[in-house]
């Protein structure tokens, strides 16, 4: 039998996958129908739905023998008491240490046989994002519209590509058992320092703050209040507003024209500033500070602070504190200066302004596009109604940290490279 996490399709054309996500988005942080009897801190689940899993090749640890089946029940109506809501009764049901057993078995047939392969195949995808973007650049000072579609989809997929599909798996150290501590595709060496960020992955967030919220805090911290990706802590206040859900469907909308810039990049920045002064305060060090200091996070998610963003940057410096100001245009200012100064320049050098101006807006255009792109591939692999969260910490690599790795989140459509390069490979993301 499956565990209860449920296989899901997302469409990988743009125009219709943005219709479609805005509402399915909204939704999800929105409180939703079927919740109402659930306490406050307790893990925010709805009875996760009977689903047929989309055939993935070639492991299928979805399909692993030792789950019981889920015991048919209504959610609606019930009345439960909070060791309910902790312990599932699907959950009483499961064979635990059998089925981990079967899970690391698995672990350990694939990771034995990852060879050269993988990572020719990594690299031909890293061409395919070239390709798209030399096409991106080579049509950019074209447009019939206010901007040229095909020249602002093939950036935006290209630059989408190059973190979710390059940077993340070469950032979770996927390769370096094939490729050597010498390598470029070694996590330790992949866009460290300013040139190779510029070259490797130039984009908004910093590699080695996103390596920290997102490689330790994220997966160690799975689904936990203190997991600095967990949806349901950082859309609190809008969970819980009483504006129409309208109005809620705007803001989402609005967040996912402009995610990595507005909340990822300094997030990621807070998160590695706080975990730099936990490792320092170890060894007696208490200069460093958090330029980054956000009050508690509403709700009942622990001792935790709310996610930091843009506003936090503006809002400081407005009382004078310009620290936070400095620290994010040191952030923000490569990818800015390379697609918003230096490209339209350089059309400005070649074929004048009137090139230069239409350049200028194929690349704003990719801007939207890449995040909307991968907003719609990120933020829904942790989201949704039957997806559990935990109040507890778990060991690392127990039994236990590889359950809540499935049921805490969501794989979609798999198979195909074309498909798959879409979701930058994070369609897999249980595996």
């Keep these: 039998h499956n565990p209860p996490q449920q296989a899901r399709m997302r469409f990988t054309l743009l125009p219709v996958a943005v219709l479609a996500t805005v509402g399915q988005m909204a939704s999800a942080f929105a409180p939703a129908a079927g919740f109402n009897v659930a306490k406050m801190g307790a893990p925010a689940v709805a009875l996760p739905r009977a689903s047929s899993m989309s055939a993935r090749r070639p492991a299928r640890l979805l399909e692993l023998k030792a789950t ?5 029940e209504t959610f609606k109506g019930a009345t439960r008491e909070e060791t309910d809501y902790t312990v599932p009764e699907w959950r009483k049901k499961v064979d635990l240490p059998t089925w981990a057993k079967e899970v690391r078995a698995v672990e350990k047939k694939y990771r034995t046989q990852q060879n050269d392969d993988d ?47 390059i940077g993340h798996h070469v950032g979770h150290g996927g390769y370096n058992a094939q490729v050597g501590i010498e390598s470029r595709f070694h996590r330790a060496n992949y866009a460290r320092g300013p040139v190779r960020r510029f070259m490797d992955w130039c984009d908004w967030m910093l590699p080695e703050a996103w390596d920290v919220e997102h490689n330790f805090m994220h997966h160690y911290e799975l689904g936990e209040g203190s997991d600095p990706d967990l949806l349901e ?84 410096g407005f009382k004078g504190n310009f620290l936070p100001t400095k620290i994010m245009f040191s952030c ?55 997806v559990y969260r935990f109040k507890t910490p778990v060991k690392v690599k127990t039994d236990d940290f590889y359950l809540r790795a499935v049921i805490g989140s969501v794989n979609f459509r798999t198979g195909g490279n074309v498909n798959d390069f879409m979701h930058g490979w994070l369609n897999y993301q249980i595996e």
């Design 332 to 386: 923000l200012a490569p990818y800015f200066s390379a697609h918003f100064i230096i490209t339209p320049l350089i059309f400005y050098a070649l074929f004048g302004q009137a090139v230069a101006a239409t350049a200028l807006a194929n690349l704003v255009a990719a801007e939207i596009l890449t995040n909307i792109h991968s907003f719609i591939i990120v933020v829904p692999n942790h989201a949704g109604e039957d």
């Design 68 to 72: 019981a089946a889920l015991a048919p």
């Design 119 to 165: 990572v020719n195949h990594m690299k031909k995808m890293l061409n395919w994002t070239y390709i798209l973007y030399a096409v991106g650049l080579a049509t950019a000072g074209f447009a019939t519209f206010p901007f040229n579609p095909i020249s602002a989809l093939c950036l935006s997929t290209a630059i989408c590509m190059r973190w979710t599909m």
């Design 233 to 316: 802590r950082n859309a609190h206040n809008v969970r819980t507003s009483s504006l129409p859900k309208a109005v809620k469907y705007m803001e989402m909308f609005a967040l996912m024209l402009m995610w990595k810039w507005f909340y990822y990049a300094p997030n990621t920045v807070k998160e590695m500033y706080d975990r730099q002064i936990k490792i320092a305060s170890k060894k007696g060090d208490y200069s460093i500070t958090q330029p980054f200091a956000m009050p508690e996070a509403p709700g009942d998610f622990g001792k935790v602070t709310k996610a930091a963003t843009i506003k936090h940057v503006v809002s400081e």
